[in-house]
């Protein structure tokens, strides 16, 4: 079956432009997770949904970056007004449990955000 | 706040033998803890996860240690191969959230 994809999977923006990154978790998964992976790092918590409720923004940078997953499937992670700081790869995971019961994460390929 | 510290250099060991990386965290007690392996231009790809109350765990010529005490886990690819060659990450796992640390790339030669 298919894994968690992500797109589009390079992106370079100019400093100040907005920018939409999607995922498309595995069919069914329950919990979705953001991640941001700086170049020689591990990846850090952007955010987390179960179904539709973002339930955790905590990991979230600032109030820039918006994330959103209306109908509980497919996932879009904004960034406003784009920073050089904001340059990273975001990987998107997702889990069949919800919060609660441990499982492991699936991940995406990553989206590599460079902005200039 | 919480710290992860993995082997600070990278690991360049000779085919067939056997690679050790470490694990060290402060500040927190996880239930849980996983490995996971990423290959360049990849996402994070699950390996192994272990409870606090199991000691070891093992699949194939992988094993993973877990000492709450010392607060370490120890990663071991025993009859390394080229194909091992991949930096591999660990990630406490408390609630629902993974916390990772930044990785140790491991090169095996032929």
């Known amino acids: 079956g298919a894994g968690v994809s992500q797109s589009p999977r390079y992106k370079v923006a100019k400093r100040g432009q907005d920018v939409a990154l999607r995922c498309d978790p595995i069919?069914?998964?329950?919990?979705l997770f953001w991640y941001q992976q700086a170049l020689g790092q591990g990846p850090e918590f952007l955010t987390y949904?179960?179904?539709?409720?973002?339930?955790?923004k905590s990991g979230l940078p600032s109030d820039r970056f918006f994330a959103e997953r209306p109908e509980g499937s497919v996932s879009t992670l904004k960034i406003q007004r784009t920073q050089q700081e904001d340059s990273a790869v975001y990987l998107c995971?997702?889990?069949?449990?919800?919060?609660?019961?441990?499982?492991?994460?699936?991940f995406g390929p990553g989206t590599r955000l460079t902005v200039l | 706040s919480q710290k992860i510290e993995q082997n600070s250099e990278a690991l360049n060991i000779q085919e067939g033998k056997t690679a050790t990386l470490t694990c060290n965290y402060t500040n927190y007690s996880p239930a849980y803890l996983q490995w996971y392996r990423q290959d360049p231009g990849r996402g994070p790809v699950f390996l192994l996860l272990i409870r606090e109350n199991e000691k070891e765990k093992r699949k194939e010529r992988l094993k993973v240690t877990f000492d709450t005490t010392l607060k370490q886990s120890l990663f071991h690819i025993t009859a390394s191969q080229p194909a091992d060659s991949a930096t591999y990450l660990c990630a406490l796992d408390h609630d629902y959230k993974l916390s990772f640390g930044a990785g140790t790339t491991v090169t095996v030669r032929a």
């Open positions: 995971a997702s889990s069949p449990v919800g919060a609660g019961v441990r499982d492991t994460q699936y």
């Open positions: 069919s069914g998964h329950v919990s």
């Open positions: 949904f179960q179904n539709e409720a973002q339930l955790d």
